[in-house]
């Protein structure tokens, strides 16, 4: 599979992030037989696949679910009328240590203003890490840590180019599993079902408590078909058995391009080959 031929879509830098992945979802969703008309990313992140998904039209449209409320707020400017403000926001920012702290800077906000202190965290955070007690790099007086992490007219192009489609993209701020269970009887939606891990969930993401046993318990009444991704332990693999859903463990590339592997459970995984 080709990582190479996945292009950067999202705004965010997301720790857990699945880049990698793509290629195996443009194989799955091209080998589906019936339409997808409604592509659903119930832990959305940084969404690379929800917005790869809109991007090359493999779904009518694409419905993006994530908890974290200051993630939600960067999807929710950018989907809900004020895109152009955030890039224009970000493009007419003056990296200084002082603004840098003013921006991400606790206290009352706007909604557009909780996305752009986001992504500005985004940016500072070591690994992309938003959650609470994440290292942040030295900012030193001018700002110069941020500055050679900060590429204004990439992110301005990416958000103009997810407002273009943002008729084909919903947000939802809430639980993933909820959402799954008030579309389980639908035939013509799929879903990427990509959790914080057992493992590294914690460390990584705001909202990292899952109930692992409830969300297999949900899949099972998901009437259209679904892929999971999940680290590889025996737990994980147990429940995915019991459950009568086939798990193959694939090679992925972490950021360091060491070499580890991770689970892809689903109904059937014919599609994936040898
Ligand atoms: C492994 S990450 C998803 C990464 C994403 N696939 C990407 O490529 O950027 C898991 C995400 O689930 C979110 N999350 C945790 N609990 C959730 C819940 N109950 N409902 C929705 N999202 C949740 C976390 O905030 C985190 O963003």
């Not at 994530?66 to 939600?72: H, K, N, Q």
């Not at 985004?122 to 590429?151: C, D, T």
């Not at 879903?191 to 969300?215: C, N, V």
């Amino acid at each position: 599979m080709n990582v190479a031929s996945v292009p950067m879509r999202s705004p965010f830098r997301y720790p857990g992030g699945k880049t990698w992945f793509v290629p195996y979802i443009r194989r799955w969703l091209r080998s589906d037989r019936s339409t997808v008309r409604e592509f659903i990313e119930p832990f959305a992140g940084g969404a690379i696949v929800g917005l790869t998904v809109a991007f090359e039209g493999l779904a009518e449209r694409v419905t993006l679910v994530e908890l974290d409320e200051d993630i939600a707020a960067v999807w929710q400017t950018i989907l809900n009328g004020d895109g152009e403000w955030l890039a224009d926001r970000i493009v007419s920012f003056q990296v200084s240590g002082e603004s840098v702290r003013t921006a991400v800077a606790k206290g009352r906000r706007s909604l557009r203003e909780r996305a752009f202190a986001t992504i500005v965290r985004n940016r500072i955070s070591r690994g992309g890490i938003l959650a609470p007690g994440a290292g942040v790099m030295k900012l030193g007086e001018n700002g110069k840590g941020l500055a050679s992490r900060w590429y204004p007219e990439t992110l301005c192009r990416r958000i103009l180019d997810i407002v273009r489609l943002r008729d084909r993209i919903h947000f939802v701020q809430g639980n993933g599993i909820a959402a799954m269970e008030a579309n389980a009887g639908r035939t013509d939606a799929a879903y990427f079902i990509d959790p914080p891990y057992t493992r590294a969930g914690r460390r990584l993401y705001r909202h990292s408590e899952i109930d692992h046993g409830r969300l297999f318990d949900v899949v099972d009444i998901l009437r259209g078909d679904f892929l999971i991704t999940y680290d590889a332990t025996d737990h994980i693999r147990g429940l995915a058995e019991a459950h009568g859903l086939e798990v193959r463990e694939v090679p992925m590339k972490t950021t360091h391009h060491s070499h580890k592997t991770e689970l892809v459970i689903g109904r059937s995984l014919d599609w994936l080959g040898e």
